[in-house]
């Protein structure tokens, strides 16, 4: 699949010099637009300006990315200081590739263009006014079209390049996972789809599903202070022989993610899971869609655990916004919370293995 890499910002950010560097070290093409439509009409922006007009040489700027579409190889695009300004062209841009904004103050663009007589829209009697009113309007567009930002001021030449090459390895890499991420819960949610019709939607084992969100896969690591030196492996571990002991039948779920915790809740609806056991990390304290994916699925009996004592730490851990969707809330136990919470967990759903009963 050809991804380019397309370079925005305002003119004088940088992205001609840098682009040429980029091109160098991924090895991919170097693209100009403002280069291109030049050579396109034979003359230089400032007579295409006085031609024909500005609305002409926008249009002109459409037609370059457009024809990016048929490229052969991913390509690296410095891009027209206005060119995002218009919503059609940020469009064309995010089909193709990856937006990177070299962000600079007006103060730094004033110095780098303030001998530059090329700039059309810089031939006015106050350029730094200008800069400073034309980055007024577009700093918000950039930043919203923008995969990544890297902040240019103060720094040279190599190193902003060497700060967008990793920005654009970074933004790939994420890309990478979330695609691995959705094709895994798209493959989760099939394989519960056809183990729930084998089964003609009535499993009958009672399956409890434990959760855990942000950060929680660092234990061991994070604040052993607070969370202590055991490792999410060990409270995995926990928890399953606790699980084994009381002969329940558990499985594990952690993401930093919320939407791939939101993910596991709904397929957790599909493969017929009984109970919830969850420790949702921070999102506990402020994820209303969290919440809601917990509220809607009512058959399922759910339970909050955190290790520490959510209720003495800082202010804003005491609230619970996850709390009302359960049924139990457990804190301040460490692991053993955990093996309260699989006590409750088989009183809610009719397992617990009552001594007397069985006599
Ligand atoms: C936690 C408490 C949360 O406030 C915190 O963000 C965590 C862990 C606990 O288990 O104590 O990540 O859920």
Redo the contacts with the bound molecule.
């Keep these: 699949m050809v991804k380019h890499v397309f370079l925005i910002g305002f003119m004088g950010c940088g992205k001609s010099s840098v682009g040429k560097r980029l091109s160098y070290l991924l090895k991919q093409p170097y693209l100009d637009t403002d280069d291109r439509i030049e050579e396109w009409e034979g003359k230089k922006i400032t007579q295409i300006f006085a031609d024909e007009g500005e609305e002409y040489f926008r249009l002109q700027e459409t037609e370059v990315i457009k024809s990016l579409f048929d490229a052969r190889q991913p390509y690296v695009v410095s891009v027209g200081g206005g060119l995002v300004l218009r919503e059609k062209n940020r469009r064309i841009i995010k089909k193709q590739g990856i937006c990177i904004y070299l962000r600079a103050t007006a103060d730094t663009l004033y110095q780098r263009l303030q001998k530059d007589t090329q700039r059309p829209l810089l031939q006015v009697e106050d350029p730094k006014a200008r800069i400073e009113s034309l980055l007024a309007k577009r700093s918000a567009i950039y930043e919203s079209c923008a995969d990544r930002i890297v902040d240019v001021d103060g720094l040279d030449l190599p190193r902003v390049a060497e700060l967008v090459r990793g920005a654009f390895e970074e933004e790939k890499a994420a890309r990478r996972q979330r695609r691995m991420e959705k094709e895994e819960s798209q493959n989760r949610l099939v394989q519960s789809r056809e183990q729930n019709e084998e089964s003609g939607g009535n499993g009958n084992e009672k399956k409890i599903l434990v959760m855990h969100?942000?950060?929680?896969n660092f234990l061991g690591i994070r604040e052993p202070e607070?969370?202590g030196t055991a490792s999410y492996a060990d409270l995995v571990a926990y928890i399953q022989a606790e699980a084994d002991k009381r002969g329940l039948t558990v499985s594990f779920f952690q993401s930093n993610h919320e939407g791939a915790l939101i993910d596991r809740i709904q397929e957790a609806y599909y493969d017929h899971t009984e109970g919830i056991i969850i420790?949702?990390?921070?999102l506990?304290?402020y994820s209303y869609a969290l919440h809601d994916a917990l509220a809607s699925v009512d058959r399922i009996q759910k339970i909050e655990?955190?290790?520490?004592d959510?209720t003495k730490?800082e202010g804003f851990?005491a609230q619970s916004v996850t709390k009302a969707a359960c049924q139990a809330q457990i804190?301040g136990k460490g692991f053993a919370g955990y093996a309260d919470a699989l006590d409750e967990m088989a009183r809610l759903l009719g397992l617990e293995q009552n001594e007397e009963k069985e006599s």
């Design positions: 969100g942000p950060n929680l607070i969370y420790n949702p990390g921070a506990t304290h655990v955190h290790l520490s959510i730490r851990r804190y």
